[in-house]
């Protein structure tokens, strides 16, 4: 065995073993640590939009005040140095909700379009770039359904495509889908299974150069928010979600993780409760701790590889469980922070506790629905904001009348619902009217006396 490769050996070893290589990477400012540097950028980042993404040399944030995507040079990280991504137009979109070809001709992005009933809904369009301007506009194929399409995570080679939908079928909320480039166009997207998706949801997806997915995710066990997860790929298909770990994850929304294509560096957003601003972080290696263990080799400085050692174990439950099949629509879910303009309302935190003993999440979703036998009636109430703060908007105006408010607690914040109905036609019904008044977020949610219930049979009517 030749020396480098006992190095790349020993390094890998030390990474395995080592469980507290980071010393704090929560601080938001920068932290040395033994391989990996993690610090905050200088950047402000506010409502509605708090995601990061690269572009060739640049990195993108939607600039608070013109909610128009701006860019500023890597080796300059300033935004006094910003400009706007395209000359030919605004951008105003999530800018981890960009997707671009190799060579960077062509890209796609989400935009709401108006749909039935006069709600807007995220679609997904393809474009063409040549030089600072973007043309061609068009609404990608797998896009035209009545259903939400966003957040484009494109593949090296442009040969396939993931995104996040509400589409059928479903786990629940947004799932993750792929949709491969044919001889005849994109062909009809392929739901990624119960491995991946959850009855959370599942968005921000993104595919490195080796087309591991990265994504963001309630609904699996983790440190509380949204959280990063990885699959790792084998060429066909994607492994287990790993959540990346509580010095990348923790109480707060981690949310847009991606990779620059060609230097060693990863970007994400943190936005933490009870705060309107997020922040930017990025993640780069620490090159003299490389330099120090004479460590060359360039697979041993693959930043992508190395985070995924970074990742936590599949949870035994998930690597006993068999492959679970695509189910029909669960209950809807919690709504996710609006990343739009026209979406106007801001997400609830959302915090779950860390059970020491079990090194996993709560599951709060089983013990809602647990909590009372079903024994009372199932009553349905039309769910529109969520709030840090109790008692925050006891009344509600819809559609000019006004509404009392009914308010539970439920996974780190206060849940603000109007109405009471004994059938879900009737929920139905009141929920188009919350939509019509600017309740973007509105659903339908089903009750047993003053305990939320998530079993999908109840929907059954």
Not at 43 to 62: E, M, N
Not at 121 to 141: L, M, N, T, V
Not at 452 to 457: I, K, L, Q, W, Y
Request: with cysteine.
């Amino acid at each position: 065995m030749n020396l480098p490769t006992l190095n790349v050996l020993v390094f890998c070893s030390l990474l395995l073993s080592n469980g507290s290589f980071y010393r704090d990477a929560r601080t938001g400012s920068a932290q040395p640590v033994e391989w990996f540097r993690i610090e905050a950028l200088d950047l402000q980042l506010s409502s509605p939009c708090y995601d990061v993404a690269f572009f060739r040399d640049a990195i993108l944030y939607l600039k608070p005040g013109v909610e128009t995507i701006y860019q500023f040079p890597l080796d300059n990280p300033d935004p006094v140095e910003s400009r706007p991504l395209f000359s030919s137009m605004d951008m105003s979109c999530s800018p981890a909700a960009l997707a671009f070809s190799g060579d960077y001709s062509s890209g796609y992005c989400t935009r709401p379009v108006m749909g039935h009933e006069q709600v807007y809904a995220e679609k997904i369009f393809e474009f063409s770039i040549e030089g600072d301007r973007a043309s061609a506009w068009s609404q990608a194929p797998f896009s035209q359904d009545p259903s939400r399409s966003l957040h484009p995570a494109l593949s090296r080679d442009g040969s396939f495509l993931v995104f996040s939908s509400d589409r059928l079928p479903t786990q629940g909320g947004l799932d993750l889908f792929v949709t491969r480039r044919t001889e005849t166009g994109w062909s009809e997207p392929v739901n990624l299974g119960g491995d991946i998706n959850t009855s959370g949801h599942e968005w921000f997806p993104f595919l490195d150069g080796m087309n591991n997915l990265w994504f963001s995710s309630t609904g699996h066990s983790g440190y509380g928010g949204y959280d990063i997860f990885v699959c790792a790929y084998d060429g066909t298909t994607w492994g287990l979600p790993r959540n990346l770990g509580e010095y990348i994850n923790g109480p707060q929304n981690e949310l847009g993780f991606s990779i620059h294509p060609l230097k060693q560096l990863a970007l994400f957003s943190r936005t933490l409760p009870g705060e309107s601003e997020g922040m930017a972080m990025m993640v780069s290696l620490n090159e003299e701790a490389f330099d120090a263990a004479g460590i060359n080799e360039p697979s041993a400085r693959n930043l992508a590889l190395l985070m995924q050692r970074l990742a936590d174990p599949v949870p035994q439950a998930s690597v006993s469980r068999p492959g679970r099949p695509v189910s029909q629509p669960a209950p809807e879910p919690e709504p996710e922070p609006e990343r739009t303009k026209v979406s106007g309302q801001q997400q609830g935190a959302r915090q779950q506790e860390v059970q020491a003993s079990a090194g996993v999440r709560e599951n709060v979703r089983e013990s809602a629905t647990s909590v009372n036998a079903a024994t009372e009636p199932v009553i349905f109430r039309v769910q529109i904001i969520s709030s840090l703060y109790e008692n925050s908007f006891p009344t509600v105006f819809i559609e000019g009348q006004s509404y009392s408010t009914y308010q539970y607690f439920y996974m780190g914040s206060y849940r603000i619902t109007v109405g009471k109905f004994d059938s879900l036609k009737e929920a139905n019904e009141f929920r188009l009217k919350c939509l019509n008044s600017g309740f973007k977020q509105a659903f339908v949610a089903a009750f047993r006396g003053d305990t939320r219930v998530t079993d999908p049979s109840v929907y059954k009517q």
